[in-house]
């Protein structure tokens, strides 16, 4: 039962995630993409220490910050790079090989096993999405080819290095700990790149309250909950429902068409989620620290 509960409760992550296209492309200023990356994770992370009341210890300060910086500065400014440089399929199916990527470092940094059913889910998860998001518009570019790899890499690597580091904190606090530094290493970024952001507006501060209250300081508190209760190669096993959720909003939202195609990604995204988690079972067992919240 709870294995389950932590199962629904992370899957919840990427589904949240799957709108942030979606609410940047229709409630944001556009052309901010630093700016706005700091504005989804420095207040967020903030509001968090406000909650813990607990400040990292100094030998951790530099954890905090490699953390910090491949699981939110990095990840989101190669993220946006990659998503004004390619089309949107083409990234998301590029970013799409972070499960692969864990595996391989939870091989090298954890001990894990490397299981076929696991590299099979991955590469399932990846054509899966190929199915949902790649037309044949698709043109690629060098550099949004390499910001996209490299924001995959990013991210795995703050997953694994997450789970290796884990604390003896509650995922809020570790949450927060990670949100502020990576808010602060992109502070000093958007205000030499991007002056200029304009006063927002209420659809605009709608948009930043949805992606720093809900996709940053919630999902990512059940994000990093999910990788200490559940390990590295289970969670990124959710992360190909990002871009279906991104599909199935355009469909609803913005009335863009679904073909067959489409369906038959869908279904190779849920079974590949399905057999991913099943794989991340043999994972080296989570151990619990004493002083952890759950």
Do not use: C
């Not at 052309?31 to 607990?54: E, S």
């Not at 790079?81 to 972070?98: E, F, K």
């Not at 209250?213 to 999902?219: E, N, P, V």
């Not at 079974?271 to 099943?278: A, E, H, I, K």
């Amino acid at each position: 039962m709870a294995r389950s509960r932590d199962l629904a409760l992370t899957a919840i992550v990427p589904v949240v995630w799957g709108t942030t296209y979606i609410v940047t492309t229709e409630m944001l200023p556009q052309g901010f993409p630093i700016t706005i990356a700091m504005l989804r994770a420095l207040p967020a992370g903030l509001l968090l220490l406000l909650i813990a009341r607990r400040l990292p210890p100094l030998g951790w300060v530099p954890k905090v910050f490699v953390l910090g910086a491949l699981n939110i500065a990095i990840f989101l400014t190669l993220l946006f790079v990659a998503a004004y440089r390619l089309p949107g399929g083409l990234a998301a199916t590029l970013t799409a090989i972070q499960p692969l990527l864990v595996l391989l470092l939870s091989r090298i940094l954890l001990g894990s096993a490397i299981q076929p059913i696991g590299v099979a889910a991955a590469l399932a998860g990846m054509a899966g999405v190929g199915m949902l998001v790649l037309g044949p518009d698709v043109s690629p570019d060098p550099i949004g080819i390499a910001a996209a790899l490299g924001a995959a890499l990013s991210m795995a690597s703050g997953v694994v290095l997450a789970r290796v580091w884990q604390p003896a904190v509650s995922p809020l606090t570790f949450t927060g700990w990670q949100l502020t530094a990576g808010g602060l290493l992109l502070l000093p970024a958007a205000l030499v790149f991007e002056p200029g952001f304009p006063m927002p507006n209420a659809v605009n501060l709608a948009g930043l309250i949805w992606l720093g209250l809900i996709g940053g300081a919630i999902a990512y508190v059940l994000w990093f909950r999910g990788i200490a209760r559940l390990g590295p190669p289970t969670v990124t096993a959710f992360s190909f429902l990002s871009p279906l959720s991104a599909v199935v909003l355009g469909w609803v939202i913005l009335d863009q068409a679904l073909t067959p195609l489409q369906g038959l990604g869908a279904l190779i995204v849920f079974l590949s989620v399905w057999f991913g988690q099943r794989a991340g079972r043999g994972a080296t067992p989570i151990a619990r620290h004493k002083g952890a919240a759950a």
